[in-house]
């Protein structure tokens, strides 16, 4: 009993977890199935969704920054510097959960 009870402290388990554990070897299961990933992600963002924001955000306007003209990527496009993702995200909160 002394023992059982030093196992527990040092290991920080609980007797409930060793009775599991005793009764899943007795029967048997001597692993555990893993579930991780196996819930949706309740955060991810649908292809609709996803194309409303790509399309809010090509609706802006662009501008090519007089420093990669010469020798950078042409077709690199620059937002204005003013614009920033506070007032992106209030602009596309007023044009689509506007009441």
């Known amino acids: 009993q002394c023992c059982y009870r030093t196992f527990l402290e040092i290991f920080k388990v609980t007797r409930s977890r060793i009775e599991n ?5 007795r029967l048997g299961h001597l692993s555990f199935e ?3 990933g ?3 992600n309740p ?3 649908t292809t609709e ?6 399309e809010h955000i090509n609706s802006f306007p662009t501008y090519i920054s007089h420093y990669c003209r010469a ?3 042409p077709e690199r496009k620059y937002l204005d510097a003013e614009l920033n993702v506070s007032k992106m995200h209030a602009l596309y909160s007023e044009m689509f959960f506007a009441a």
């Open 21 to 25: 554990l005793q009764k899943r070897i």
């Open 34 to 36: 893993d579930k991780r």
């Open 38 to 40: 196996l819930q949706p």
């Open 43 to 45: 955060r991810k963002l």
């Open 49 to 54: 969704k996803r194309a409303t924001i790509l």
């Open 71 to 73: 020798n950078g990527d």
